[in-house]
């Protein structure tokens, strides 16, 4: 997948990306991705690891410095759902510029939408996830903060993943269902 957006970029006269974001849960989309950068060179592109607050095993792996198994999954974003991560995305943890963010239930279904009213194709809470950096300003206030460097020359690039399972009924019952949540944004 790295190679042929690699290729995309060159073919309209682009560079590397000014960043990837991705949504993580157990750090195996995430690994690939990672070592795909690194085949093309992108050692120095920053990812944006997002996941909801209800399934947060990346970020108790970042913070502890290794993989660490959480309590519960709380979060409808049930594709995310790995209690624990693997070894080897908290080994990329000290060889590649990630930042690690969170969402709550209700932003990620909340992007689900967003996207489904921009490009007509439903996703899954995972990938709202990750589209929520964009459709939020998570990814402007990156900007902003100078945690990622923007250029006219350098794309975000954004996975877009995990549809198989939705259907309009379960966004439906995933919006209420994180509508009744009490969780920061």
């Known amino acids: 997948m790295v190679e042929e957006v690699a290729e995309d970029l060159r073919e309209e006269g682009l560079g590397a990306p000014s960043a990837v974001v991705t949504c993580v849960g157990g750090g195996g989309l995430l690994c690939g991705i990672l070592e795909g950068m690194h085949r093309v060179g992108w050692r120095h592109v920053p990812v944006v690891a997002m996941e909801t607050r209800g399934a947060a095993s990346f970020r108790?792996?970042?913070h502890s410095g290794q993989p660490v198994t959480i309590a519960d999954i709380?979060?409808?974003?049930?594709?995310?759902?790995?209690?624990?991560?693997?070894?080897r995305?908290?080994?990329?943890?000290?060889?590649?510029?990630?930042?690690?963010?969170?969402?709550s239930d209700r932003v990620a279904v909340q992007a689900c939408f967003q996207f489904a009213d921009?490009?007509?194709?439903?996703?899954?809470?995972?990938?709202?996830?990750?589209?929520?950096?964009?459709?939020?300003?998570?990814?402007?206030?990156?900007?902003?903060?100078?945690?990622?460097?923007?250029?006219p020359r350098r794309p975000l690039v954004a996975v877009v993943?995990?549809?198989?399972?939705?259907?309009?009924?379960?966004?439906?019952?995933?919006?209420r269902v994180a509508d009744g949540k009490d969780e920061p944004e």
Do not use: F, N
């Open 89 to 103: 995305v908290v080994d990329y943890i000290r060889e590649h510029p990630l930042i690690s963010e969170l969402v």
């Open 161 to 175: 993943c995990g549809g198989s399972a939705a259907t309009l009924p379960q966004l439906e019952d995933w919006k």
């Open 118 to 151: 921009d490009h007509r194709m439903l996703v899954e809470p995972s990938c709202g996830a990750a589209l929520s950096a964009i459709y939020s300003g998570l990814a402007s206030r990156l900007y902003h903060e100078g945690r990622l460097e923007a250029s």
């Open 74 to 87: 709380t979060s409808v974003a049930i594709t995310l759902g790995a209690k624990k991560v693997c070894q």
């Open 60 to 62: 108790a792996a970042w």
